[in-house]
């Protein structure tokens, strides 16, 4: 029943669900047909701006707050690569959303995290503790760790349907 001091929710087609949050870069249809170059431009700019994160991350953690230089590097990785993958599905790749993939982009992140954070902590060990060191131990693990993502996702992940 409905009066005017209970409004009736009973009609459906006034009602929204809320739409999943989506990043504005472009409007076109979601789409794996991207060239090559397209792909490494924006996969090499999502990757600076993912990088930026993680490396800011690891640096107040291990720096200011005075975490061991693994644990920075790992809460790093994970909030870099989160970002990363979030904007590498929609923008970079154009891919939809899908189980398949979201399994295996979390089997290739559990890789280059094991070579991220490996390499960085053994670079870090080998290396006397400094910003300078940490920061070319970061690039470094970094770098590796990219170029195992681009290849893996360009050439398997983002080929999954």
């Known amino acids: 029943m409905s009066d005017s001091t209970h409004p009736s929710h009973d009609d459906f087609s006034t009602r929204h669900a809320p739409m999943p949050i989506e990043l504005p870069f472009d409007d076109e249809e979601a789409s794996t047909s991207v060239d090559l170059k397209t792909?490494?431009?924006?996969?090499?700019?999502?990757?600076a701006g993912s990088?930026?994160?993680?490396?800011?991350?690891?640096?107040?953690?291990?720096y200011?707050?005075?975490?061991?230089?693994?644990?920075?590097?790992?809460?790093?990785?994970?909030?870099?690569?989160?970002?990363a993958y979030l904007i590498n599905r929609r923008w970079t790749f154009r891919a939809e959303p899908?189980?398949?993939r979201f399994i295996a982009v979390i089997a290739l992140y559990a890789v280059t995290f094991g070579v991220n954070v490996g390499?960085?902590?053994?670079?870090?060990?080998?290396?006397?503790?400094?910003?300078?060191?940490?920061?070319?131990?970061?690039?470094i693990a970094q770098g590796v760790a990219t170029v195992i993502n681009f290849v893996v996702q360009r050439a398997v992940i983002f080929k999954i349907k």
Not at 119 to 139: C, N
Request: with cysteine; charged share 10%; net charge negative.
């Open 39 to 47: 792909q490494l431009i924006r996969f090499v700019a999502t990757g």
């Open 51 to 62: 990088a930026v994160l993680d490396y800011g991350l690891t640096m107040l953690l291990q």
């Open 64 to 83: 200011a707050v005075g975490a061991p230089f693994w644990l920075a590097k790992a809460c790093g990785f994970i909030l870099g690569t989160t970002v």
């Open 98 to 100: 899908s189980t398949a």
């Open 119 to 139: 390499l960085y902590a053994w670079l870090s060990h080998m290396w006397e503790e400094t910003a300078i060191y940490s920061a070319l131990a970061f690039v």
